[in-house]
């Protein structure tokens, strides 16, 4: 699963929104100069279609652009909205709603809408261009290497402000130091460069790198046996590969972010009585405000502040331990709220912030990440996502305590089987359930 690129959601939406705006521009042509007949029904659904088409399965069309030439993306649009148009026309005409459609209106909007599209991304691109040579939008990488390739690299980067790369560390070796430092949210990307270095070395590497909550690039000098590649990007002329990049349909990521927001605001308003009785009742009870408030690693192992209804007293440990049965530290509503997970409530503001899902592995106390990423092999990879209010492993009963290394171990497996496998039908299959058998839990303490 990939955490979710709002340049390439933005994009969909935006070209989407073109064709219709070309449809509807080129209906009003026909219209106003009595070129031809109208049959709004047909065109609505050749529209449809033609969106589907063109942004659907087109992985290398929404890929970052930032370091090709603008005549490659232009000609990537080109071939893929003819490609619309030909699947368009031969479902019209094997389904027998062609002769509905007319064809001067067809040719207007053909060329209008990829009027639209060339003119829209030209702006994007050019305004992308000058926001990163202005020191914006920049992503944040580390290139690790033992040979002057990535020297090349950097020097390339940095000459290339516009290019939107930042190098924010640079290392000679693989060693644990270098590894960790990249484990503080403030890199976004790790780049290798083989150079000298054997396959097995990769290997190795990469299996070491399964800590990181980053995507892996490799800048090869060489071909390298036994590494399945996601995608190839040329950076000022330099092959640079994917190794580990989760990736999923957009147009779902697009469905997923609205579900997120929509479901939020309407949980906040549901909700809003039982967030004022919950107030005045933790208030009552103990001194100390209503809300607690924990730092924890989200998406790219960067840092959020977690919101939750406080379920304990007041007390002076600046380190996070974890809630045991019969906890001292938990007040009577408390234990309520923690059992039924009511004490999760705030965390549809996280939602609306855009920290946090509303499904997705759950952002565990940063004391927990630091026992056990060294312990459960791609544990840290649960951060290439962003993280939930509910989730796989809270629905399969892996949820509350985790005071031994097979429970987490189970949970971060359950985790991972959700990134690689997500789908907004499972979001959507893991709400439902929550909702009938995941508020409760004899494991919540």
């Not at 070129?35 to 088409?53: E, I």
């Not at 923690?338 to 939602?351: A, G, M, T, W």
């Not at 565990?364 to 993280?387: A, E, G, T």
């Amino acid at each position: 699963m990939h955490n979710y690129n709002a340049p390439t959601v933005f994009l969909k939406l935006l070209d989407g929104a073109l064709i219709c705006a070309a449809a509807f521009s080129s209906d009003l042509i026909v219209a106003a100069v009595g070129l031809g007949h109208r049959n709004v029904m047909a065109q609505l659904v050749l529209v449809l279609v033609c969106v589907l088409v063109f942004e659907s399965g087109s992985k290398g069309l929404y890929k970052s652009w930032r370091a090709e030439r603008i005549h490659l993306m232009l000609n990537a649009i080109f071939w893929r909205w003819l490609t619309a148009i030909a699947v368009g026309l031969a479902l019209a005409y094997f389904s027998g709603f062609i002769s509905a459609v007319d064809e001067k209106w067809m040719g207007i909007w053909s060329v209008l809408s990829l009027l639209f599209l060339f003119i829209s991304r030209v702006l994007v691109y050019k305004s992308l261009r000058e926001l990163r040579a202005n020191g914006n939008n920049q992503k944040k990488i580390c290139i690790i290497s033992d040979n002057d390739l990535a020297d090349s690299l950097q020097q390339k980067l940095e000459s290339n402000p516009w290019l939107g790369y930042k190098v924010q560390k640079k290392a000679l070796s693989f060693d644990e130091k270098t590894i960790s430092e990249c484990l503080d949210g403030c890199v976004e990307e790790l780049w290798l460069s083989n150079g000298s270095l054997t396959d097995s070395n990769i290997q190795e590497i990469l299996a070491e790198l399964e800590l990181a909550p980053l995507a892996v690039r490799l800048v090869p000098s060489h071909p390298i046996l036994g590494v399945v590649f996601d995608q190839v990007e040329f950076v000022s002329g330099i092959p640079v590969i994917n190794i580990h990049a989760p990736k999923h349909d957009v147009s779902e990521v697009i469905v997923k972010c609205l579900l997120d927001y929509v479901a939020s605001i309407f949980a906040l308003v549901i909700f809003s009585p039982v967030f004022l009785v919950v107030a005045i009742l933790i208030k009552i009870e103990s001194e100390g405000p209503v809300f607690f408030r924990q730092k924890r690693l989200g998406l790219n192992g960067r840092f959020l502040e977690v919101y939750k209804f406080r379920t304990m007293v007041v007390h002076e440990s600046k380190t996070a331990v974890q809630a045991v049965k019969n906890d001292p530290r938990v007040t009577k509503i408390g234990s309520i709220l923690r059992k039924s997970s009511l004490d999760e409530l705030p965390q549809f503001l996280n939602v609306l912030k855009g920290d946090m899902s509303i499904v997705g592995p759950r952002p565990h106390p940063i004391s927990l990440n630091d026992q056990f990423m060294n312990l459960i092999p791609k544990y840290m990879k649960r951060h290439l996502v962003k993280p939930g209010i509910t989730g796989w492993a809270q629905i399969n009963g892996y949820r509350g305590e985790t005071d031994t290394v097979e429970k987490m171990r189970k949970r971060v497996e359950f985790d991972l089987y959700y990134i690689e496998n997500w789908s907004i039908w499972l979001d959507i299959q893991i709400m439902i359930v929550t909702v009938f058998k995941g508020f409760f839990s004899k494991n919540a303490y």
